[in-house]
């Protein structure tokens, strides 16, 4: 992906842009630029192959949303396209369109560090970690009464957003590496959670990754990477897990940096609540079973979860059954020991077909295999051909009170919870 010179490049003409079209704009971070350019005044709107509940929510905002995904859709008299880095392995003949019309175009991105140029901006980046983490300083900068913008990659639960306009110039964003996305931020602090072998669909392999994170760091003033100083100062949180204490001590050492108050600090990360997907509560059924989802999609970030929900619910309390999505046939076969042992702390393993999403389908990995290496593994582990199928078998498990039922993965894992089970 090529990244923007922004010190080469007139921004004033693509944010004085009055009328905007977002393609692909129910995903979860180019929706967020979508909403921000709508409260400043703009006239926009966007399409996407299918609806869902960001689409909802903007369409209720007053942004017209096309379901469908076609050059013609776009509207000629717009000043500027805004686009997903989806689009190019989706639709190629859609970007060529896009790139060779004479209307002005950004892929999110490049949007993303075009918005963040002249504010003071702290980017978290990371394999794992960034979502929970970058929500965590937002809070503690708006309970601290900073009025921070913030562009988080789920929703705040705080917020109901995965977006916050304020008023100083203090800006939060998630940085994603996929193919090296984040280096269009010129962060003024830039916190790197961990770095694992991920995107190898992109990246040819760890070092070609390190390569990525080094250069964002050259890029950025100043950049926090051991936090572990700060574990000891974190109080009880209200979500579980050592990863998600990992994080409050990396939200923490942000904070120090900005003189926040410790007391502020400390409180903020009490009363966190989480953010959306990321080991959700979903609530009960009335037969009694508790039901999470989460959207982890790469094994250490699976067995991190595993770990979370043990804490909560210790073996032979509890039985934990855990229905994942793996997510692309790259990662899943680049890291298919790794995914074979991750679910060591669940009793039960159920798997969905694999979410190829951007990627054709690969016949050497599937989640039959995988869910074979696992019975072998641990002796126990279903694969399904569908979600119908998945959805009769959780239904005929006849859950009760005993158990904890998890929907995991980046895909669509969590609509068998939304079919099979009511909440009460």
């Known amino acids: 992906m090529q990244n923007l010179d922004l010190s080469k490049i007139n921004t004033s003409k693509i944010l004085s842009a009055r009328k905007v079209f977002f393609v692909g704009i129910g995903g979860i971070g180019i929706s967020a630029i979508a909403r921000m350019m709508f409260l400043e005044g703009k006239e926009v709107s966007g399409s996407d192959m299918s609806e869902n509940e960001l689409t909802h929510e903007l369409s209720e905002l007053g942004i017209k949303i096309t379901i469908g995904q076609d050059f013609e859709l776009i509207p000629r008299d717009v000043d500027l396209i805004v686009y997903t880095i989806a689009i190019p392995h989706y639709d190629p003949k859609l970007f060529n369109q896009i790139i060779n019309s004479s209307i ?41 009464g900073r009025n921070p913008s913030v562009v988080v990659g789920s929703l705040l639960k705080d917020f109901k957003s995965n977006l916050i306009v304020g008023k100083s110039d203090l800006f939060v964003v998630e940085a994603c590496e996929y193919e090296r996305s984040f280096l269009n931020l010129k962060p003024k602090i830039l916190v790197i959670t961990n770095i694992e072998p991920d995107h190898l669909d992109y990246y040819k392999d760890l070092d070609d990754i390190k390569t990525a994170f080094k250069q964002l760091a050259a890029q950025s003033e100043k950049v926090i990477t051991d936090y572990t100083q700060y574990l000891e100062k974190i109080p009880k949180l209200s979500v579980p897990g ?84 793996p997510h692309l046939y790259s990662r899943t076969k680049a890291l298919f020991d790794e995914f074979v042992t991750c679910f060591d702390d669940a009793d039960n393993v159920l798997l969905l077909p694999i979410y190829f999403a951007r990627e054709n389908p690969d016949p050497e990995v599937s989640s039959g295999k995988l869910a074979e290496a696992i019975r072998l593994h641990r002796g126990e582990a279903v694969a399904f051909i569908s979600f119908t199928e998945a959805e009769e078998w959780v239904r005929k498990m006849k859950l009760g009170p005993k158990d904890v039922f998890v929907t995991m993965g980046a895909g669509e894992a969590y609509k068998v919870t939304e079919k099979v089970f009511k909440l009460t």
């Open 104 to 144: 002005l175009h950004k892929s999110y991105p490049e949007m993303l560090g075009i918005v963040t140029k002249n504010k003071y901006t702290i980017a978290v980046a990371g394999t794992h970690g960034k979502t929970t983490t970058t929500a965590m300083i937002a809070k503690i900068l708006v309970d601290a």
């Open 242 to 325: 050592v990863h998600n204490r990992m994080d409050a001590a990396a939200a923490y050492a942000v904070a120090e940096l900005l003189n926040i108050p410790e007391k502020i600090i400390k409180k903020s990360l009490a009363e966190f609540s989480g953010t959306w997907r990321r080991l959700e509560k979903k609530g009960e059924t009335k037969e009694g079973v508790i039901i999470y989802d989460d959207y982890a999609h790469h094994p250490t970030e699976v067995r991190a979860s595993l770990l979370g929900l043990r804490e909560l619910y210790p073996k032979g309390e509890k039985i934990i059954t855990v229905l994942f999505q």
